[in-house]
């Protein structure tokens, strides 16, 4: 939720602090199980039915109490955004204004400054896709040769130099988009 901040006006500061709060919760209750409450005195017939209760998230490993995590933190944090009112316009217009952001959950601000976004969304979307090409391609060109593997380093640096292109041009592309907006 604190990126998704820069790619949707209506994500508000109770949203964020919301979350943080409730990651920080869920993380603690989740942790129950692996204690031993037996030692706890009066309140451990209560921990011990929490801990039983929550005993198959636990068990279902690090993923599962990840998994539970995070959609019960986004379950949270997405209640508390709708419940909640939006940033003023006067200060959602003044922060489009300064940082610029691109992507269609801004398109309300953009309308109403009639100001272009220095971003494009889609741009930094496909270069992200590209520069990772550029990377496993190289790593699985350079594995390949180590390994002499020489298709697999054929193939990983085929990748490579394509994702190369693909980004260059994608970023040329990306360049004369912003010099254009400013």
């Keep these: 939720v604190l990126i998704l901040r820069w ?47 929550l005993q198959p998230i636990a068990s279902a490993g690090p993923a599962g109490v990840l998994t539970v995590t995070a959609f019960g933190t986004a379950a949270v944090w997405l209640t508390v955004m709708f419940l909640t009112p939006p940033e003023p316009d006067a200060i959602l217009d003044g922060f489009y204004l300064r940082a610029r952001p691109g992507g269609p959950g801004w398109r309300r601000q953009r309308e109403r400054t009639g100001v272009e976004p220095l971003q494009d969304l889609s741009i930094d979307l496909w270069s992200t896709f590209f520069g990772i090409g550029v990377i496993y391609g190289a ?43 400013r």
């Design 139 to 181: 790593m699985f060109a350079v594995g390949g040769a180590l390994l002499s593997r020489w298709g697999v380093m054929a193939a990983g640096a085929a990748i490579a130099a394509a994702a190369t292109v693909l980004l260059r041009r994608i970023r040329h592309r990306g360049a004369i988009i912003r010099e254009a907006r």
């Design 7 to 53: 790619f949707w006006w209506r994500i508000n500061a109770w949203a964020e602090i919301a979350a943080m709060l409730a990651g920080l919760g869920i993380a603690l209750l989740l942790y129950i199980p692996t204690i031993d409450w037996s030692g706890a005195g009066p309140i451990a017939g209560p921990l011990t039915a929490v801990a039983d209760l």
